[in-house]
């Protein structure tokens, strides 16, 4: 049997979970949170980290396994309830806030009961209460405010800030140093406001340790202290960043035991001297969002818009797709002149496809695989006579996505509400793959989604521009635009500041 680590607050060792006795979701994983520290558990959508962290907070029981709690083998909890009493809660991916709920309110949600005296509800200690702790763990917001009020990050502080407070009121021991297990926090986040958070959590480490799920090799590498590797239910790898050398490329290795595109092949400016132009700007103006915009989108190239949240680079995007109107200037397809009102349908007839990382726009998540790819590819399926669908032609041409993308379902009948979230992405772009447009938009289009289906959709896209599709890329992740790219334009209060090239664009972002 493996003793328990000395310094370990939390271990669990060898557990295993097999869910309808075929599908095995863990097999013989060990993990350890030590004091004040953030470890990190990451790994691809399948990996076993939510089947691991729903255990550790009483939501699974595991069909084999052992738990420490410093030191000290204790049973697996059954309920979260128990887990707080343990000391262990978690944060959700999604937002948890009650918009409408004051911030010492939703503080206190749920533990109500310890505040009542005389049959009345003592409003003005769980005031003071809330000042303290929000004090204490550096969360800058009035406990008056509404939580709709607030921030993103601020509001995913608060949740955090919750979850100790819901550990220190259950908790049998008073002394024992809070695990909060936080999914995928910065998923929500803007880049500034995820740097925010985490300036906020290295302070909280004072107070409480943390289990940290996330996608983001970077900010995996750069704000957690070791890292656990999950690769389909087993545990592959284990690192100490204070002991080891490490680069995002051998994380990413071990993540997905594939090199990444980026390193395999880093995209060159190309030269577009008789390349055709198929989308032109001229002094393009949406007031209060950005002003004389103006570029050359060449065939089979991909052009980015990188800046900060509000610099307007969103905005531009939507502007193209046809979800925006603009006030001034000129914008042209083919030679084309395209009208400032013109809807999204209109901007697609005329072959531009406006690609969203955000499934739940992009997707009827209540229909099928081979419905959400048919529905922008009806002429495909369509009789050319009669003008009925061809359901077996629907079928088909769906199975034909779902193989080259390596979409994981039963089937193409599958409702898009169960895949997971690369699963769902991929569906997404796979639509667009089949339609095939001349000029494809893609905003923010890998957001939330782990690191192999991230490469996966990248081989699409790169593939994609090979055969002549255009595209423009809006992102908050800068390795995306250096995989995608030929030119990258810098945003600025509605400005372009200057163009770069890939190569020029990565040293930027290095220094």
């Not at 295993?16 to 691809?44: C, M, P, Q, W, Y």
């Not at 289990?211 to 284990?238: C, K, W």
């Not at 003008?387 to 779902?402: D, G, L, Q, Y």
Request: hydrophobic residues 40%; proline residues 4%; glycine residues 8%.
């Amino acid at each position: 049997m493996v003793m328990p680590m000395d310094d370990g607050l939390l271990e669990v060792r060898e557990v295993s979970k097999t869910f309808d006795r075929v599908v095995h979701a863990l097999n013989d994983v060990s993990i350890e949170a030590r004091e004040n520290e953030i470890v990190g558990v990451v790994g691809e959508n399948g990996a076993g980290k939510s089947t691991l962290m729903k255990i550790l907070v009483g939501v699974y029981s595991p069909d084999k396994g052992e738990m420490y709690h410093k030191g000290k083998k204790v049973p697996f909890p059954r309920n979260p309830k128990e887990a707080a009493r343990r000391g262990i809660s978690i944060v959700y991916q999604e937002n948890g806030v009650i918009p409408w709920l004051k911030v010492y309110q939703f503080l206190f949600l749920g533990h109500e009961d310890k505040y009542i005296k005389l049959m009345k509800l003592q409003m003005d200690k769980m005031r003071e209460q809330a000042c303290s702790i929000l004090e204490e763990f550096h969360v800058a917001c009035n406990v008056e405010s509404f939580m709709h009020e607030l921030p993103l990050s601020t509001q995913k502080m608060v949740e955090i800030a919750r979850a100790i407070l819901g550990v220190r009121l259950e908790s049998e021991d008073t002394d024992t140093t809070p695990i909060i297990i936080l999914d995928e926090p910065t998923s929500p986040l803007t880049d500034d406001e995820s740097k925010e958070l985490f300036r906020d959590l290295l302070k909280m480490k004072k107070n409480a340790s943390f289990i940290f799920i996330s996608h983001i090799i970077p900010e995996v590498m750069e704000f957690t202290d070791r890292v656990h590797v999950l690769r389909d239910g087993n545990l592959v790898a284990q690192y100490d960043f204070s002991k080891q050398k490490m680069t995002e490329e051998d994380l990413f290795r071990a993540i997905v035991g594939r090199k990444s595109s980026e390193y395999i092949s880093r995209t060159e400016e190309k030269k577009v001297a008789g390349r055709k132009v198929v989308l032109s700007a001229k002094n393009l103006t949406k007031s209060g969002h950005f002003y004389d915009v103006s570029f050359d989108l060449y065939k089979g190239t991909c052009m980015g818009f990188f800046g900060p949240a509000g610099s307007g680079k969103s905005q531009i995007i939507r502007t193209i797709a046809g979800l925006l109107n603009f006030d001034e200037g000129e914008l042209k397809v083919k030679d084309q002149e395209l009208k400032a009102d013109e809807l999204p349908h209109v901007r697609l007839a005329r072959g531009i496809g406006y690609f969203s990382g955000e499934t739940g726009k992009e997707l009827f998540l209540n229909w099928s695989i081979a419905k959400n790819i048919s529905i922008i590819n009806m002429e495909k399926i369509l009789g050319k006579i009669i003008p009925v669908i061809h359901f077996n032609a629907e079928r088909k041409m769906a199975e034909n996505i779902v193989k080259k993308l390596e979409i994981k379902a039963p089937g193409v009948g599958t409702d898009c509400y169960s895949l997971s979230g690369g699963n769902k992405q991929k569906v997404s772009v796979g639509k667009w793959l089949e339609r095939n447009p001349d000029i494809l938009l893609l905003d923010d289009p890998t957001i939330g989604i782990d690191v192999g289906a991230r490469e996966d959709i990248y081989e699409v896209l790169l593939e994609m521009k090979k055969k002549g599709i255009s595209m423009i890329l809006v992102s908050d992740e800068p390795k995306e635009y250096s995989v995608l790219c030929d030119r990258i334009m810098f945003v600025r209060e509605g400005r372009i500041q200057k163009v770069l090239g890939p190569e020029e664009f990565r040293k930027v972002m290095s220094t």
